[in-house]
T-cell receptor, first 116, second 112 residues
Framework: GAVVSQHPSRVICKSGTSVKIECRSL??????MFWYRQFPKKSLMLMAT?????????EQGVEKDKFLINHASLTLSTLTVTSAHPEDSSFYIC????????????FGPGTRLTVT | DQQVKQNSPSLSVQEGRISILNCDYT??????FLWYKKYPAEGPTFLIS?????DKNEDGRFTVFLNKSAKHLSLHIVPSQPGDSAVYFC???????????FGKGTRLSVIA
């Protein structure tokens, strides 16, 4: 099946710094990538939809200036958490939609961010 | 308003028996449904999907049933194995490049 990678898998940063998370589709092209955040004991929360070559669409309540998303190519999207705070500590997961299927999304392994 | 609901937060099943995970949805525009399995601190892994034109899809030990009139789908795992213990998310999407809408998940524990 299709593979999506994320880098880094874990990151610890200090409050006030910025962190960049990469999401790559390894063996297929995805015009759309999605970024999710998982809170403990809750479902995956969609943060934004990232379309290649255009601005990301953010869900209500997600600060676009804080969570910068760039989708530079058909295989790479990045999420930058700017001026990170401890409450940004979470598990961030990306997914990429396979153009060959109607709805199947392939998820990355996730990135655990800890802000100290 | 929760469009995809998994009303059972947890389920325990004995090894070798059948596990049945249920999911209900409210949006009649959904036409593609997926099940994901998730271990702690890992991304979800795709398990099986079903299009609204079908009412059943089978893949090995996993079978998904869709009842469109009831807006209900279920995932059957038989026989259940201890390695199946994980959180299972039901997800739905409509046409076009719309994101998945997830349920809150059901934690399955398969007891040896």
């Amino acid at each position: 099946g299709a593979v999506v990678s994320q880098h880094p898998s874990r990151v610890i940063c200090k409050s006030g710094t910025s962190v960049k998370i990469e999401c790559r589709s390894l063996d297929f092209q995805a015009t759309t990538m999605f970024w999710y955040r998982q809170f403990p004991k809750k479902s995956l929360m969609l943060m934004a939809t990232s379309n290649e070559g255009s601005k990301a669409t953010y869900e209500q309540g997600v600060e676009k200036d804080k969570f910068l998303i760039n989708h530079a190519s058909l295989t790479l999207s990045t999420l930058t958490v700017t001026s990170a705070h401890p409450e940004d500590s979470s598990f961030y997961i990306c997914s990429a939609r396979d153009l060959r299927t109607s709805g199947e999304q392939y998820f990355g392994p996730g990135t655990r961010l800890t802000v100290t | 308003d929760q469009q995809v609901k998994q009303n059972s937060p947890s389920l325990s099943v004995q090894e070798g028996r059948i596990s049945i995970l249920n999911c209900d949805y409210t949006n009649s525009m959904f036409d593609y449904f997926l099940w994901y399995k998730k271990y702690p601190a890992e991304g979800p892994t795709f398990l099986i999907s079903i299009s609204s034109i079908k009412d059943k899809n089978e893949d090995g030990r996993f079978t998904v049933f869709l009842n469109k009139s009831a807006k209900h789908l279920s995932l059957h795992i038989v026989p259940s194995q201890p390695g199946d213990s994980a959180v299972y998310f039901c997800a739905a999407t409509g046409s076009g490049n719309t994101p998945l809408v997830f349920g809150k998940g059901t934690r399955l524990s398969v007891i040896a």
